[in-house]
């Protein structure tokens, strides 16, 4: 197997053979959790691989997906979203359940409705950093900021803005 990280963490081994395959293949990808404290839960399978790829690419990333033993979810109506398509698999030494969101693009906006398509994939993917800790390549800090924002203020209804003002009940995220 490939050594990608300078100063291994622990990760799965199917995280650690897909991140092998997408370099071998050379695939371009960039995990949308960049903070070390949400890339260390994907990793070990605590939390679920959000991972954006180029859409020219779908095809090649969803074989190599398969033939590494993932298995395509198809999820359920309001929780299906245009450009993410759900894959699992098992890590057979933990038993932990692993989830990979592959993202080819971004649809955002109020919960249940994502009416928004932002074109900036290819703008992420452009400068996306390698980290050299991980072995693999993460979304640039200040975009994965922006994309935070936008999906955020995006949720917030003109109700919620006045709740807040008027510092009643909110119904907004802690992110928010």
């Not at 490939?2 to 799965?12: E, G, K, S």
């Not at 995990?31 to 605590?46: I, V």
Request: with cysteine.
């Amino acid at each position: 197997m490939l050594n990608l990280a300078t100063h291994p963490y622990p990760m799965l081994h199917p995280i650690a053979g897909l991140l092998e395959a997408l370099h071998r293949n050379d695939i371009v990808y960039c995990t949308l959790k960049g903070n070390d404290q949400h890339l260390k839960k994907a990793l070990s399978g605590e939390s679920d691989l959000d991972v954006l790829f180029d859409v020219r690419q779908k095809a090649k990333v969803e074989s190599v997906l398969v033939s590494l033993g993932f298995k395509e979810f198809d999820v359920i109506g309001p929780r299906r979203f245009k450009d993410i398509v759900d894959f699992f698999s098992l890590d057979p030494d933990s038993g932990k359940l692993i989830h990979v969101h592959t993202h080819y693009g971004f649809t955002i906006g109020e919960p249940f409705l994502k009416g928004y398509q932002p074109d900036i994939a290819d703008h992420i993917l452009k400068f996306r950093i390698y980290n050299e800790d991980y072995g693999l390549y993460c979304i640039k800090p200040e975009l994965e900021l922006t994309l935070l924002y936008m999906t955020e203020t995006l949720k917030i209804r003109s109700r919620d803005v006045l709740r807040l003002f008027l510092r009643r009940n909110r119904s907004v995220t802690e992110k928010a």
